[in-house]
């Protein structure tokens, strides 16, 4: 089951790109501004949007830590933002001064690949800012990059159809055609084995007879033996790879659990404006998402969690949510999310901190090394004793933002109906009322949510057209026969 659980509409032109961080989503547009928002409750971040670019922004994604966020635009730069602040940490521009469409990380973020219009492809050192290596390719825009997993080389895809691959020293180890119109994406496989990997083609007159894109990518072909574990496989419509290898036009879910990661667009920039779900194990379609009302330009899931991001030409950006019923789910969604939070790192705890607005924690929180596990069980008397901080309000507000953590795990366990949760604090309402935009919320979270001069809707981030919250006493009625069944 997937639904539609919040859309963003606050850019002004169409939407290029999606990013997520373990804590935070990013949207770029044509309007000229990056957007960062929260996942805990998709609040836009209070130095958000990003301004600098003077031209339209084409493409934003952050460092693996999620610290530092970067993005390219038609003014022919490549900025550097710190996540936390939104102070710009670097303006690097492309040699050539050509437009940027492409940036992406390393996965240990050391280096930054910035890929232009002109066909110019820039390593730079993203400690220093410094330009690395400079190369290029015979011909189009470079419209998409990717690394592989361990970091030792990355291959560039070309509105010509070039697919070229280059290693860490930006030494180009083969090019080729691959596709007649044209490379919209290209994005490696995060699991190493036992995997179908589909390598897709905007060549529809091409397709009809499956309604898949056929690879030009076959056994024998120089491309084909320049990447490791496809060598030895049969050609064909599909193959199983032995280690990771890149497809294109193709976006996987990245969750750990190798069950879990069977969702995948193989079309991301559709032009019928749907978006459509595979099951890579059945090969069959699991939902059409049809809400967007023009052109879908990008899509991305969130890491551990499934969460689902799609931007339009409609200058919206759906947030979608999956909810996986079928025997593939390898463990419960409340364990799920209770070892997501667990397996924070130190920097993902920090991450958190800087989005639920306790910047001053950071360096506490570092200094006595406490991760995920320790952050879900912290209490009142270790926050005074352990982690000495004297501040009662700061102690308070970080109880609060951790019960919120332990009651989504809670709800999750116990079961309860998403209906029965508020949007807002995503616990059980109490007192649930409607607005005017046809939710129901827990009375007093959308109270404060007013009181604090927002006139929008917490969930599809519109206008309110009226402030009156009208009492919903069937719904109450139901929480209530719910909790007599269960809550014994």
């Known amino acids: 089951m997937v639904k539609l659980i919040h859309t963003l509409a606050d850019h002004g032109d169409d939407v290029n790109c999606c990013a997520f961080s373990s804590s935070l989503l990013a949207t ?18 209070p130095h958000s ?4 670019h003077t031209y339209a922004v084409h493409c934003c994604c952050f460092s693996p830590s999620g610290h530092v966020l970067a993005s390219c635009s038609t003014d022919g730069t490549t900025v550097l933002w710190n996540t936390h602040n939104g102070e710009t940490l670097a303006v690097m521009e492309q040699p050539t001064g050509s437009p940027v469409r492409v940036c992406q990380f390393s996965p240990d973020s050391t280096c930054l690949v910035s890929g232009a219009a002109d066909g110019t492809v820039v390593l730079w050192n993203a400690q220093s800012y410094k330009l690395y290596r400079c190369g290029s390719v015979k011909d189009g825009s470079l419209v998409a990059c990717a690394f592989s997993p361990n970091g030792n080389f990355f291959v560039t895809g070309s509105s010509c159809g070039d697919i070229t691959v280059w290693d860490d020293k930006m030494r180009c180890l083969h090019s080729e055609k691959a596709h007649d119109l044209g490379i919209t994406c290209c994005d ?4 190493p084995v036992s995997d179908f990997i589909y390598l897709f083609m905007r060549e529809r007159e091409r397709c009809r007879d499956t309604g898949r894109g056929r690879s030009r990518l076959h056994a024998g072909s120089p491309m084909w033996d320049s990447i490791p574990g496809l060598q030895d496989h049969t050609p064909g ?17 990245g969750l ?23 099951d890579t194990n059945t090969e069959t379609i699991l939902h059409t998402l049809t809400q967007h009302t023009r052109y879908v330009t990008s899509c991305a899931f969130a890491p551990n969690i499934l969460l689902l991001a799609t931007g339009s030409m409609d200058k919206t950006v759906n947030i979608w949510q999956f909810d996986l019923e079928t025997p593939c789910q390898a463990r419960s969604t409340d364990d799920q999310v209770k070892q997501f939070i667990e397996d924070w790192s130190e920097d993902d705890v920090s991450m958190w901190l800087c989005a639920q607005g306790l910047n001053d924690l950071v360096d506490i929180f570092k200094i006595n090394n406490i991760d995920g596990r320790e952050l879900f069980n912290l209490t009142k008397e270790s926050l005074v004793d352990d982690l000495k901080i004297e501040s009662l309000g700061l102690r308070s507000k970080v ?15 116990s079961g309860i109906p998403d209906e029965f949760l508020c949007p807002i604090t995503r616990e059980l309402m109490k007192d649930p009322v409607i607005a005017s935009d ?4 827990e009375k007093e979270a959308m109270e404060n949510w007013i009181s604090k001069k927002k006139r929008t809707s917490p969930m599809t981030n519109l206008i309110l057209p ?7 006493r069937t719904l109450k009625m139901a929480i209530s026969r719910w909790l007599e069944t269960h809550q014994k």
């Open 28 to 45: 770029c547009s044509l309007d000229k501004t990056i957007r960062l928002y929260s996942l805990s409750d998709f609040t836009e971040l």
């Open 49 to 52: 949007p990003l301004k600098f």
């Open 188 to 191: 490696f496989s995060s699991q």
């Open 237 to 253: 419509r599909r193959w199983r790879a032995r280690s990771s290898v890149f497809s294109i036009g193709i976006m996987w879910s």
């Open 256 to 278: 750990p659990d190798q069950n879990l990661g069977c969702f995948f667009y193989p079309y991301l920039r559709s032009v019928d404006k749907s978006v459509i779900v595979y």
């Open 399 to 413: 109880l609060r933002k951790i019960e919120e953590l332990r009651t989504k795990v809670k709800a999750l366990s």
């Open 438 to 441: 046809g939710y129901s919320y």
């Open 466 to 472: 009226s402030m009156v919250l009208t009492p919903n």
